[in-house]
C-alpha cells in the first residue's frame, strides 16, 4: 500500500494562489468601479450647477453651518425615501397575505418542505476518526493498515485517582538498594480497589 500519494498543484495565477489572486482582482475591480461611479456622478452633478455655491463673502463658520445643514437635510431625505419604499412594499405583502390566507399557508408549507427536504440525507458522524481526519491523509490510511493487520487500536483514557487518606509508601529496589517513595495513590489498598 502506497502512504505517500502524489499532492496535487494548487491553482494558482502569476505564481499566487488562485483564489487570492482572484478574490484580490474583485476587490480592487468593485473598488475603482464605486470610485468611478462616485467620482461621475460628482462631475454631473456640478457640471449641471446642482451643487453647493460657496460665496466668498461668507465666513467660514456660515459656510461650516451650510454644509452641515444641507447634508442633513440630504440624509434625512434620503432615509425618508428609503423608509417608504420599504413600507410600501411591506403594505403591498400584507395585503397579500390578508387577501389570500390559504395560498400564501400553502406556498409556506411547500416552501418549508423544499428547504427542509435536504434532512432526508443528513447524517450525523460521531466518529472522531472520521470527524478529523481526511480519508486520505498518511495518518488515516496507516491506522487502517494497523487495523486490518492487528488489533484495532484503542486510544486510551485518562483516569485521576484521589487518595486523601492513605499515607505515602515507599518501594525498596533489589539492584542499588535505593528506596523510592510514591504517593498514597499507589499503595496497595487504593490499587487493589
Partial sequence: KQWYQRRVRAFQILGLDGIAAIMGSLYVLLAFLIGLHCLCRWVTRYRRG??????????IDDIKHGLVKNLRFKMVSKGHTIESIIASGFHIWSSMCCNNPW?????SVIGVGIFTSGLAYF???????????SPTSV????KEY???????FYRTTMVVIKAPTFEPTSYHMVGNQKTVNFGGVLSYEVLAE
Fill in 146 to 152: 494497523f487495523d486490518e493487520h492487528f488489533t484495532p
Fill in 50 to 59: 446642482d451643487g453647493d455655491s460657496i460665496n466668498s463673502s461668507n465666513s
Fill in 103 to 107: 395560498r400564501c399557508l400553502l406556498g
Fill in 139 to 142: 495518518a488515516r490510511q496507516q
Fill in 123 to 133: 447524517t450525523i458522524t460521531t466518529d472522531p476518526v472520521k470527524l478529523w481526519s
